[in-house]
């Protein structure tokens, strides 16, 4: 969605009451703590003590029900290109794959599909709605989108551009609200109003929520390789317990092997930049602790939340960490 109507995830024409933001951690997170189908959700920060909707897995299919305009020649590669916007972020990691169409509609079936229909809580200037399957945490374990199809749809770059409202409920779809960024140029493809075929590039405010959830909740079937990054599978790795205590002088940060194995130990603040590395090399089994004052290569960090990601060839874990000096 692009404006908050009754803090519903819809995409529309207009945009109000958004607050004006410069800074690079302008994007929010949708929190619902409910269960069940819903199209509404509240907009706060990565940090958010409450946390957040999100995926457990890193692997995410599509389908098109090609009734009404979805059947439009583009359509299908224009949803593909707006997923495939989603796929090239670093750190991290989504296979969000198209798989065809089918016959499936907007309603809790499994299913993760884009339709075009009249209704399903989208009219007036709504242009396009999503609408999140939760379980209990927060888990997000289905999405759908339904287009207005009052509206004229285009893939050839004029008014209304499938491939970049797409690309926005794609984003709600990964538990990201709408920007508090308002700005007339560079605006990020999570802004709250439509602003045509420039919403189908991602900017870093929309990048740096996706690597927030990324870091705040890794997805249990991203595999580690030796080199200490994480790419998507589908194998369910035994994760690598790892722990996080304040103190005066910043944190402790103690996990366990349980052999000798290689390890990478690194910081991410929540915006998912990476801001140190404690470890990369060798250990031998058993408990470590590694202390952290807030060094990084670019001098000392501020006081603040951030997120510490250890990994080795088979395991892998995180941990919140909070620099209060």
Not at 14 to 22: D, E, K, R, V
């Amino acid at each position: 969605m692009h404006r908050i109507a009754g803090r519903r995830l819809v995409a529309a024409v207009t945009c109000a009451g958004l607050l004006s933001a410069s800074s690079a951690e302008a994007f929010r997170m949708i929190q619902n703590q409910g269960v069940g189908r819903t199209s509404t959700g509240t907009r706060v920060l990565c940090n958010d003590p409450n946390g957040f909707t999100h995926w457990t897995t890193s692997s995410v299919d599509w389908g098109l029900n090609p009734a009404n305009q979805g059947g439009k020649p583009g359509v299908a590669a224009a949803l593909q290109n707006a997923l495939a916007s989603w796929m090239q972020i670093s750190p991290a990691i989504n296979t969000l794959a198209y798989t065809g169409t089918n016959s499936r509609g907007f309603v809790t079936d499994g299913v993760n599909t884009v339709v075009w229909a009249l209704g399903n809580g989208c009219s007036g200037g709504c242009l396009a709605i999503t609408a999140l399957v939760l379980q209990s945490g927060q888990v997000i374990t289905e999405a759908d989108i339904s287009f207005n199809n009052a509206a004229t749809w285009n893939t050839s770059g004029s008014d209304y551009d499938v491939q970049a409202i797409a690309a926005h409920e794609f984003g709600h779809t990964l538990g990201i609200h709408h920007t508090e960024l308002t700005r007339k140029h560079g605006r990020p493809t999570m802004y709250a109003s439509y602003f045509g075929t420039d919403g189908r590039t991602l900017e870093t405010d929309d990048r740096d929520a996706l690597n927030c959830s990324f870091n705040r909740y890794p997805p249990a079937d991203a595999k580690p390789q030796a080199d200490g990054l994480v790419v998507a599978g589908r194998a369910n790795k035994t994760p690598a317990m790892l722990s996080a205590r304040r103190h005066s002088h910043g944190a402790n940060l103690r996990f366990a092997l349980t052999r000798d194995e290689r390890v990478k130990l690194d910081v991410f603040d929540v915006a998912g930049r990476h801001v140190a590395t404690l470890v990369d090399g060798e250990l031998g089994a058993g408990e470590h602790e590694v202390a952290w004052d807030g060094t990084t290569s670019g001098g000392r960090a501020a006081n603040g939340v951030f997120f510490a990601r250890v990994a080795t060839s088979e395991r892998r874990g995180s941990a919140t960490v909070i620099l209060a000096r």
